[in-house]
DNA sequence: CCTGAATTGATTGACGTCAATCATTTTTGA
DNA sequence: TCAAAAATGATTGACGTCAATCAATTCAGG
C-alpha cells in the first residue's frame, strides 16, 4: 500500500542510509558491488523517489526562462498570455518564470537574449528556436551549468537542446497542399506560395511539403510563384501584388509565412474569394476575421497555447529529473470558419 | 526570493500559527474578525501553500480511477495505451488509478461500474459519460464522498461532474460539412450519413452540425439518408449497402460514428474513391489504411492521449485542491494522409 | 459577576529526503 | 605488514505543513 522509503531500500540491499543515499544522489565513493546491490533492491522494491520530501528538503526555488520573439508579434503575444496564465501553477510548484523578449529576425538578438541568461541560475530555458545556429556557443555554455534547454516553434541543431516542441511543417505543408487539391476537384490552375524567408526551417519545410504533393497528386495545379516576404506587410502586399497581375488564373494561395495583414489586405480588394482558395498559417485576430468573412478558407494554427503548456511541464520535469510527461505527436488545428474557437485570440 | 511560509503569514496577521492553520484548512471554531486578518495577510504576501510539505506531511497514496468502455473497441484501447503510458508519472505524484473497463452501449454498465468504487477511498474518478443519465445517482454519491468526477469524450449533465474534457461535436460536423462543401466545388450531389445512435449525443451534434453547414452553404448537397449503426460493423455494412443501391449520385459519405469497418468494407467494395468524398472519426488502425489507400478522404481525430493527458492533470490538481491548469479549447486533429502520425494506433 | 462555551495560543511529532559531519572499517599498494 | 586511501556506517538538523493536544484567554447570557 504506502510507497518504500529509502530506508526500506537500504534495508534490503544490506547497507546503512547513507550508502544508499549515495548511491541514488551519485554522490561517488561507493564501491561497485553496493551500487549493485542498491540498484537491485530499488528495482524490486519499485522504490521511487518521494518527490514531495525530495522538493521540500532542496528547498529551491527554480527559475525558468522563456526566450521569446517580442509580443508585438500576435503569434507570440499568444504564448505570452498562455505563459501568464500557467503562472499560478508555475507557483504553487515553487518555480519563478521569467520572460525574456528579443527583436524577431533581428540578427543575433536570440544570441545576445540567451547570452544574458548565463550564470543567473536558471534551472530551464525555453527559447524559441529561430536564429539559434548563430547562439550555439551560449547554449552550449547554458547546458554546461546544468540549464535544461528546450526549443521551441523551431528546432535547434539536435546536440543544442534538450527537447523540441513544435509541429512537423513538413506535414503541414503537405497537408495544406492535400486541401488545396481537394478543392480543385481536378480542374487546373496556378498556386502562389508566400513564405517569410528561405532562410527559415520552418517555411523551408512548408514549402517543400506543399510542393511535394501538388507534384504528386495534382499535377495541374501549378506553383506559379513562391514570394518571400520576410514576414512585412508592406513587402507581401507589393510583391503578391506583382504576382497577381502577371499570372493568370490564379487559383490558389498558400501563406506559409506569418505576418499575413498585407496578404489578407490584396485579398480583400483584388481577390475574388469564390476564385480562388485561400490558405495561411496561425489564427490572429485579423486572420480570424478574414477567415469569417470567407476571404480566407483555411488557417493551419499550430495551437502556441499547447506548446506553451508543454514547454512548462517538460522543463519541470527536466529539472526536477523526473520522467516525462508521455507527450503525443504535436498535431496542428485545421481551422475553418465552421470550428474556430470560442476565445478570441 | 523566498516564499513565505504559514508561519509568516501568521506572524503578519497577528494570531498564532495554531489558527492561521485553523483558518487555512478550514478547521473552523475561528472568529470571523480573525479569518479575515489571516485572509489579509495571505493576500499581502501572496503565500501559496507549499505542496510539496503539504503532501508530505499527509503522507496520503491519492487513488485514482478512469472508467472506459472496454478496449475491444479500438478508440477506447488508445486511452488505455496512453493511461498506461502515464502511469510512471503518476507514481512519482504518489497517486495510483485503476482502470475499470465496462461493456460499451450496454445500459447500465458504466452505473455498475461506477457503483463499484463508492466507499472505496478514490480521490478522483474520470469516466466517459456515454449512458451517465441512469447513473445520476451513483455519480452524487461519490461527489458526496468527495470524490472528483471527470466526464470524458461524452458529456454528462453538469450538475453530476466537476469538468467536462471533450471536444465539441458540433463543430466537428460542422467541420466535416464545409471540408465536403469544399471537395464539391458546387457540383450537386447526395450524401450519407452515418451515427452510431440518435441516442447519444455526441452523434446528434455532429450530425447536426454537419447539416447546418450543408444547409447553408451548400444546397446542392442533399443528405439522402442518416442511417443509425448502433456502433456495429454489420449493421452499417448492410444498411449502407442498401442506401447505395436506392440512392444515384452519391457523392459524399460521412461517418459519424465509430466502429467504421463495415463502413470500409463496404467502400473498399461497391465505391469509387474518385467519385464518392468519404470523411470520418477517430484515427484507429484500419481507417488510417484506408486514409492511406485513398478509400476515406479524412478523419477527424479526437485525440485521445491529449484526452488523458488533461484528465490525469485535472484530476490531480482536483484532488490536491490546487488552480487547474489553463487548458486552451480541445480541437480535434483533421488528418488526411499526408499528415498522419508518426506512431500507428 | 459567574459560568460554560467559544476562541486562541503554544507546542510537538511525523512525513521522507537532502546534505553534511565524524567515526569506523575495509581495501589497496608498496 | 603497515600506512594511506577508499568505503561504509551512524547520526542529525532542516525543509513547511498537517493534525493533534492541552492550556490559557476571551466572550456571551443569565
Sequence with gaps: MKNPTLSDVAQLA?????????????????AAKSVDKVERAVEELGYVRNVSAAKLSRNSQQKLAFVLP???????????????????????????CDVIEFAAFEAGALRAALAGLVGQGYGGVAFVGQGADGALDVLAALRGEGVKLVALVSDSPAGSRDSYIGIDNLKAGRAAARLVGMAHRNVAGQAIVLAGSMDLRDHVDRVAGFQDVLKADFPNIQVAHVIETKDRSSIAREKLRA????????????????????????????????????IGHELIGPIRRALES???????????????????????????????????????AIYMRDNLPTEDF
Design 14 to 30: 544490506g547497507v546503512s542510509y547513507a550508502t544508499a543515499d549515495r548511491v541514488l544522489n551519485r554522490r561517488g565513493n561507493v
Design 243 to 278: 504576382a497577381l497581375k502577371e499570372t493568370t488564373n490564379v487559383t490558389a494561395i498558400y501563406n506559409a509565412a506569418g505576418g499575413q495583414e498585407g496578404v489578407i489586405d490584396v485579398l480583400r480588394r483584388f481577390v475574388d474569394p469564390e476564385q480562388v482558395f485561400c
Design 70 to 96: 517580442d509580443r508585438s508579434h500576435k503569434f507570440f503575444a499568444r504564448m505570452n498570455a498562455q505563459l501568464e496564465r500557467a503562472m499560478p501553477n508555475l507557483k504553487v510548484a515553487q518555480m519563478t
Design 294 to 332: 470567407g476571404i480566407v478558407d483555411i488557417v493551419i494554427d499550430q495551437l502556441p497555447e499547447l506548446e506553451v503548456n508543454r514547454a512548462v511541464a517538460l522543463l519541470q520535469s527536466l529539472v526536477d529529473e523526473l520522467p516525462p510527461p508521455p507527450f503525443p505527436e504535436l498535431v496542428p
